[in-house]
T-cell receptor, first 116, second 116 residues
Framework: DTGVSQNPRHKITKRGQNVTFRCDPI?????LYWYRQTLGQGPEFLTY????????KSRLLSDRFSAERPKGSFSTLEIQRTEQGDSAMYLC??????????????FGPGTRLTVL | AQSVAQPEDQVNVAEGNPLTVKCTYS??????LFWYVQYPNRGLQFLLK??????LVKGSYGFEAEFNKSQTSFHLKKPSALVSDSALYFC??????????????FGKGTTLSVSS
């Protein structure tokens, strides 16, 4: 169990550029979540996947944001036409869902995005 | 609206003294409750969770939390604080069998500072 990994750890981009982040969950975890954390706030839910199916998207996930989990393993989060307000820490988490509705979500180290 | 409140932005305690970090929630149903800790430039680490059963839950690093349904609270406690406990602590809830999914709702976080 190597934990949840995220790449890159830091990303600096100019306004209007597109960025893509990657998350590798704990192996065999079937659920994968994306959260956004801004300074002084707790993480806010963006979206989650059950295997390769995207089951829920928050209203925070504007049409500039898209997430995929093509083979039910790693996931990517893309932000198009970045804005300064997109600057935040983007956190990925994974969990193993079985008979219980909710199990523990384990978080990766995050990708810090700075939009200039 | 569903929410989590951590009424204290910062808690200061001396090493060796007991500590309490407060959390109250407003969620319909019977939620699952979690505590996470975040160290600088790192992701969230899971401490403990309450699903059902005994109201006193024991977790990692000597932490425990007490669930109080009538007061809708889930306070984090430790009998004897260590300097290494200094970090940012988040309370989170996940509504049970919520059709919207199992996204965690986080509080804003409480900074714990333990002095030697």
């Amino acid at each position: 169990d190597t934990g949840v990994s995220q790449n890159p750890r830091h990303k600096i981009t100019k306004r209007g550029q597109n960025v893509t982040f990657r998350c590798d969950p704990i192996s065999e975890h079937n659920r994968l979540y994306w959260y956004r954390q801004t300074l002084g706030q707790g993480p806010e839910f963006l979206t989650y996947f059950q295997n390769e199916a995207q089951l829920e998207k928050s209203r925070l996930l504007s049409d500039r944001f898209s997430a995929e989990r093509p083979k039910g393993s790693f996931s990517t989060l893309e932000i198009q036409r970045t804005e300064q307000g997109d600057s935040a820490m983007y956190l990925c988490a994974s969990s193993l869902e079985g008979l219980r509705v909710t199990d523990t979500q384990y978080f990766g180290p995050g990708t810090r995005l700075t939009v200039l | 609206a569903q929410s989590v409140a951590q009424p204290e932005d910062q808690v200061n305690v001396a090493e060796g003294n007991p500590l309490t970090v407060k959390c109250t929630y407003s969620v319909s149903g019977n939620p699952y409750l979690f505590w996470y800790v975040q160290y600088p430039n790192r992701g969230l680490q899971f401490l403990l969770k309450y699903i059902t059963g005994d109201n006193l839950v024991k977790g990692s690093y000597g932490f425990e939390a007490e669930f109080n349904k009538s007061q809708t609270s889930f306070h984090l406690k430790k009998p004897s604080a260590l300097v290494s406990d200094s970090a940012l602590y988040f309370c989170a809830v996940s509504p049970l069998l919520n059709q919207a999914g199992t996204a965690l709702i986080f509080g804003k976080g409480t900074t714990l500072s333990v002095s030697s």
